[in-house]
């Protein structure tokens, strides 16, 4: 990629949060229906104490599931073997009991999927074990809780990122690999530095000043056409879509190595994107207002091929899917 096609200075035009990306396609809906102790609730019917763990110390463990209309009229989810695997990863980690069984987690999710799945929206499940009772790991008592929302059929546009000043906390400190609603506070304060900045999504360096991840997906550079990704031990979650983008890599022929990433590689990298459930593979247009090339095309090529397989159009055996029984 010559760097001719690479344009200066920051972008003009839109201000931070007005792309219509994976980041605000999601934001303030208030479903119906919520599931709740083991069946699906009215949405105001989701309450538990003050003085439980989840409330007094944001102690949750979740997983992000994506389902997807599929050519024959059936709606089908992706990976939820692998998600609920995370999900109980997570939980151990954190001395959380294995509250919902895989059988319990699949029909959560199809009853979930019944009570609101629209024809004209995809749906997207946030599948949460909340602690409702115990005290610093005595007596922990969790609650599967799933609220879905509709996600627009639409691929991810590029977006604009930016390198946050705030940092993915070390493995000693707060793992990366627990999918836990604390982890999410620190993505919390760089999307807010982002928006001041006029970012869509912002990137954590871990504490040796290296890239970790997205504040909600994993981080893709392609340079001479190799995609590289940074290793879980940089501080970033193990993704499950980034798994499948490594498969998607070898189906099509495409170098996928996962090495440590630095900061400066962002800037002249031939593409970068983001990857994850919500995220897709989705584009980068800009760095810290720095462009990057105007096409990005492995990027778009791996976009295309994981949406094919995710709604069943080119299907591939690491997109594995759960149809919902009608
Ligand atoms: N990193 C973070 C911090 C995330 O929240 C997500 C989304 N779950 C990812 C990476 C991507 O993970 P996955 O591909 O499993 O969705």
Same mark, same amino acid.
């Given at each position: 990629?010559?760097?001719?096609?690479?344009?200066?200075?920051?972008?003009?035009?839109?201000?931070?949060?007005?792309?219509?990306?994976?980041?605000? /396609?999601?934001?303030?809906?208030?479903? /119906?229906?919520?599931?709740?102790?083991?069946?699906?609730?009215?949405?105001?019917?989701?309450?538990?104490?003050?003085?439980?763990?989840?409330?007094?110390?944001?102690?949750?463990?979740?997983?992000?599931? /994506?389902?997807?209309?599929?050519?024959?009229?059936?709606?089908?989810?992706?990976?939820?073997?692998?998600?609920?695997?995370?999900?109980?990863?997570?939980?151990?980690?954190?001395?959380?009991?294995?509250?919902?069984?895989? @059988?319990?987690?699949?029909?959560?999710?199809?009853?979930?999927?019944?009570?609101?799945?629209?024809?004209?929206?995809?749906?997207?499940?946030?599948?949460?074990?909340?602690?409702?009772?115990?005290?610093?790991?005595?007596?922990?008592?969790?609650?599967?809780?799933?609220?879905?929302?509709?996600?627009? %059929?639409?691929?991810?546009?590029?977006?604009?990122?930016?390198?946050?000043?705030?940092?993915?906390?070390?493995?000693?400190?707060?793992?990366?690999?627990? %999918?836990?609603?604390?982890?999410?506070?620190?993505?919390?304060?760089?999307?807010?530095?982002?928006?001041?900045?006029?970012? @869509?999504?912002?990137?954590?360096?871990?504490?040796?000043?290296?890239?970790?991840?997205?504040?909600?997906?994993?981080?893709?550079?392609?340079? @001479?056409?190799?995609?590289?990704?940074?290793?879980?031990?940089?501080?970033?979650?193990?993704?499950?879509?980034?798994?499948?983008?490594?498969?998607?890599?070898?189906?099509?022929?495409?170098?996928?190595?996962?090495?440590?990433?630095?900061?400066?590689?962002?800037?002249?990298? @031939?593409?970068?994107?983001?990857?994850?459930?919500?995220?897709?593979?989705?584009?980068?247009?800009?760095?810290?207002?720095?462009?990057?090339?105007?096409?990005?095309?492995?990027?778009?090529?791996?976009?295309?091929?994981?949406?094919?397989?995710?709604?069943?159009?080119?299907?591939?055996?690491?997109?594995?899917?759960?149809?919902?029984?009608?």
């Amino acid at each position: 990629m010559s760097s001719s096609s690479r344009t200066e200075g920051p972008r003009s035009g839109a201000a931070a949060g007005d792309t219509d990306n994976w980041l605000t /396609k999601l934001r303030l809906q208030t479903p /119906k229906s919520v599931y709740f102790d083991g069946e699906v609730r009215p949405w105001e019917e989701a309450v538990f104490h003050v003085s439980s763990e989840a409330v007094l110390r944001g102690l949750s463990v979740f997983e992000g599931v /994506k389902g997807y209309w599929q050519p024959n009229g059936d709606f089908a989810f992706l990976l939820l073997e692998r998600h609920h695997e995370r999900l109980m990863r997570s939980a151990r980690l954190l001395h959380i009991p294995p509250t919902a069984d895989y @059988d319990e987690f699949e029909r959560a999710c199809f009853q979930i999927a019944d009570a609101l799945l629209e024809p004209e929206n995809d749906l997207w499940i946030r599948a949460t074990l909340f602690v409702v009772e115990g005290h610093y790991g005595v007596g922990t008592v969790a609650n599967l809780v799933l609220t879905a929302y509709q996600s627009e %059929k639409r691929p991810p546009e590029p977006i604009d990122i930016g390198v946050s000043t705030w940092q993915r906390s070390a493995d000693l400190a707060m793992p990366a690999r627990i %999918k836990m609603a604390s982890n999410y506070q620190v993505a919390r304060l760089a999307r807010i530095e982002g928006r001041a900045r006029g970012c @869509d999504d912002m990137v954590l360096l871990n504490q040796f000043g290296r890239v970790a991840e997205g504040t909600g997906a994993c981080m893709l550079v392609v340079r @001479d056409g190799c995609v590289y990704t940074p290793p879980a031990s940089e501080g970033a979650l193990e993704s499950i879509t980034l798994d499948v983008v490594e498969d998607l890599c070898a189906s099509a022929g495409i170098d996928f190595v996962r090495r440590p990433v630095e900061r400066s590689e962002l800037y002249i990298a @031939d593409e970068v994107g983001i990857v994850g459930t919500l995220a897709e593979v989705t584009t980068v247009r800009s760095v810290d207002g720095m462009a990057l090339p105007d096409e990005a095309p492995i990027l778009s090529a791996l976009l295309r091929h994981y949406r094919s397989a995710a709604m069943g159009l080119d299907p591939h055996p690491s997109v594995e899917l759960s149809v919902v029984p009608r």
